[in-house]
């Protein structure tokens, strides 16, 4: 049942990349990126172009379509393991790539040393909020803060870690009030370039067409966002991984994204 409901609260924004209303209801965002053909960066709708006052990032400006340098920055939203979390994990130890992972208490209770094993190995492990619930809802600074707060406290609890600073609303649903607390409270709150369905492990496309779409739409200074339960994802993500060495891509982190 969690998952189902993971699912449906997800489905409208990994649509890929539009969305048939901007806003849900007033001040409400659900975020998308409109693509553009020729693997060229997509751009923000002029109307959630304040998410960069507030310490927001879906791209790397500063690797654009004509830059020298080609990178992208490798996100994941995981919620609960079905054996493909650790799939993805030995894929990018073995490949040498680190990621960011932005977790849910859920997983960390149930799954600690799955959990370590991402700090462990050099990932960052990010705030999805405790329990990945609707932040737009969410209209006073203390309980937003009390949501964020909680899963710090059971990844430290857990793991004797600290969280690393960077948040992702929930099914990118969000208000500027959500970013202006979230920056308040020392985050970075991370969006997208570019995501696919694959939340939903009983409908996965098949590894070839999920590939050629995460290729055809790969773009200089992408954040790309995939579920690690994803059986099509653990298939795929180290061919995937290659083909974009192999076309000269590098893989950045958060934290150096976010320091320029």
């Known amino acids: 049942m969690k998952r189902f409901l993971i699912a449906v609260l997800c489905a409208a924004l990994l649509i890929p990349c539009f969305a048939l209303s901007v806003f849900a209801e007033s001040g409400v965002h659900n975020w998308y990126c409109v693509r553009r053909a020729g693997n060229l960066q997509p751009s923000c709708e002029p109307a959630m172009s304040f998410i960069e006052k507030y310490g927001g990032y879906y791209i ?7 830059s020298a340098e080609k990178v992208v920055y490798l996100t994941f939203d995981a919620g609960y393991e079905n054996g493909n979390i650790s799939k993805i994990l030995n894929t990018l130890k073995s490949e040498g790539v680190t990621a960011a992972f932005f977790v849910l208490s859920h997983l ?5 040393e799955l959990i370590s094993r ?4 050099g990932h960052l492990v990010c705030n999805h909020t405790a329990s990945h619930k609707d932040m737009s809802a969410v209209h006073s600074k203390e309980a937003f803060a009390a949501e964020l707060s909680a899963l710090e406290k059971v990844y430290f609890e857990k793991t004797g870690k600290t969280l690393a600073k960077y948040y992702r609303p929930p099914c990118g649903r969000f208000s500027e009030e959500n970013l202006k607390f979230a920056y308040e409270l020392g985050y970075k709150t991370i969006f997208w370039s570019f995501a696919y369905a694959d939340w939903d492990n009983d409908h996965q496309m098949s590894p070839a067409a999920a590939e050629k779409k995460i ?9 790309l966002l995939l579920h690690p339960t994803s059986a099509t994802n653990a298939a795929i993500l180290g061919s995937v991984i290659r083909i974009l060495r192999a076309k000269g891509y ?3 982190t958060l934290d150096e994204l976010t320091k320029r």
């Open 118 to 121: 991402m700090a462990d190995e």
């Open 215 to 223: 290729l055809d739409n790969v773009h200089n200074g992408a954040i």
């Open 108 to 112: 960390i209770e149930s799954q600690t």
């Open 60 to 66: 790397d400006h500063s690797h654009g379509d004509n």
């Open 250 to 252: 590098r893989f950045g």
